[in-house]
């Protein structure tokens, strides 16, 4: 069993021992464990003969993909909540059992948010009014839900980017790309909404949260309002991103008619050649019969080919087809 336990200032590791005595003194404490193995019978046990933990309730923390929530119990309350990863493409997730006596937090693998709310515990103004495990529960879930900030900034940069290089060469690549961001954002979202929702419920006032006073739900709240606040990001992202689609199959679009005209034109121009050169190619001597010499082949040859291509050039030009102004 990996993990941590802190209490009276003093971290040490989570042996059942130190668990045991943790609990038996009737002091609060904080018991945080890294669940890598999923299939710990020791952790397990804990939770459930220790803590004495409802089953349902351990049996969520046994199993990560959660949606965020926050679960009543008689003497206890079950939360889960996300944070953004590293790179933003998936999410942390953190579970936390928490009443009056204790907290126990359960993630996989290192999670920058506990490794944050350790280092501030004790150092931040909700501890010297709030309840302590109030005051973790918040900075635990204050660093996850800052995690989603640069994840977002980084985001944007991105798109504006991307934007750019569309309006100078679209390419497929840069579609995959887009559909990747539109893909990510939408796993944020989906993970951002109901952790919103959680929070709303958090502050209402529906359930009773052991601790909570007027004094500490102002932190919670502020807590609600930057989940607000990333929700209307994901929201603006979404519909820049389907901007930045619609600007690239646009200019893909208007490349194409560019190409098409420039091919339109080529065949146009050469629709009369080849009507010449197929007229008077025909085996019937009066047609070509009086074209004798070298300057009557130039003149009719030639000439009438040429003045053909003049022709429709000087039609194009005032059309605007070629650029030019149009009558």
Not at 74 to 87: E, I, K, P
Not at 221 to 241: A, P
Request: proline content about 3%; some cysteine.
């Amino acid at each position: 069993m990996n993990g941590t336990l802190a209490q009276d200032g003093v971290t040490n590791s989570a042996t059942i021992g130190n668990v045991t005595a943790a609990v038996s003194s009737g002091k609060f404490f904080w018991l945080d464990l890294d669940d890598g193995d999923p299939a710990d019978s020791d952790a397990i046990d804990l939770l459930l003969n220790t803590f004495h933990y409802h089953p349902l309730a351990v049996e969520d923390a046994e199993h990560f993909g959660q949606r965020p929530k926050l679960d009543d119990y008689d003497d206890f309350l079950y939360l889960v909540v996300h944070g953004a990863s590293d790179d933003g493409s998936t999410t942390e997730e953190l579970h936390i059992f928490f009443s009056e006596k204790c907290v126990v937090s359960v993630h996989r693998g290192a999670c920058p948010a506990v490794e944050a709310a350790r280092n501030r515990i004790g150092r931040h103004k909700a501890s010297e009014t709030a309840a302590p495990q109030i005051v973790l529960v918040y900075l635990i879930v204050d660093a996850l839900t800052d995690s989603f900030f640069p994840i977002l900034s980084a985001f944007d940069d991105q798109v504006d980017l991307l934007e750019d290089q569309i309006l100078q060469q679209p390419t497929e690549e840069q579609l995959g790309q887009l559909f990747q961001m539109k893909r990510t954002l939408l796993g944020i979202r989906k993970t951002v909404t109901p952790q919103r929702d959680v929070f709303a419920g958090f502050i209402s006032g529906v359930i009773d949260v052991p601790g909570m006073t007027d004094e500490s739900s102002r932190y919670f709240r502020d807590l609600y309002d930057h989940l607000i606040r990333i929700s209307d990001l994901i929201d603006s992202y979404r519909d820049l991103l389907s901007g930045v689609m619609d600007t690239h199959i646009s200019t893909v679009s208007n490349r194409l008619n560019v190409v098409m005209k420039q091919l339109a034109i080529i065949a146009t121009i050469f629709l009369p050649l080849s009507f010449l050169t197929g007229f008077f190619g025909q085996n019937f001597s009066f047609l070509v019969g009086h074209i004798v010499g070298k300057w009557t082949f130039i003149g009719w040859g030639l000439g009438t080919e040429l003045a053909a291509v003049i022709l429709l050039f000087t039609l194009f030009k005032r059309r605007g087809w070629l650029g030019g102004p149009s009558n």
